[in-house]
């Protein structure tokens, strides 16, 4: 039974960390449509969805480094700064993410 629990944890885990590298594309494509005006309203839509779930389950996954950071973006978009500091915040956190499934 516990071998059975670890065996789909590991392969949570791998799911989990493939579909980081999908959001890390995802957000320096949307920092870069930021820098040049053309983020719709859906993207920041999505990429607050995405910074969401991305602050709720990375320590669950064993990459808690990323919660702060993706807490961060989700609060600028929130508030909506100014999208220079969203565009940075958003590209910061996709080196986070490098960082972390480089590592």
């Known amino acids: 039974m516990v071998e059975a629990i670890n065996g789909r944890i590991a392969e949570l885990t791998v799911a989990f960390t493939r579909r980081l590298a999908s959001e890390m594309d995802m957000l320096e494509k949307f920092g870069r449509e930021l820098e040049h005006s053309t983020a719709d309203t859906a993207m920041f839509d999505h990429v607050s969805h995405v910074v969401h779930r991305l602050a709720g389950s990375s320590r669950v996954f064993g990459f808690g480094e ?8 989700e609060a ?5 700064a100014a999208p220079e500091r969203i565009a940075a ?15």
């Open 66 to 73: 990323l919660t702060a950071p993706a807490q961060e973006v």
């Open 76 to 80: 600028l978009i929130a508030s909506k």
């Open 89 to 103: 915040g958003t590209r910061q956190l996709a080196e986070d993410i490098r960082r972390s499934i480089c590592s």
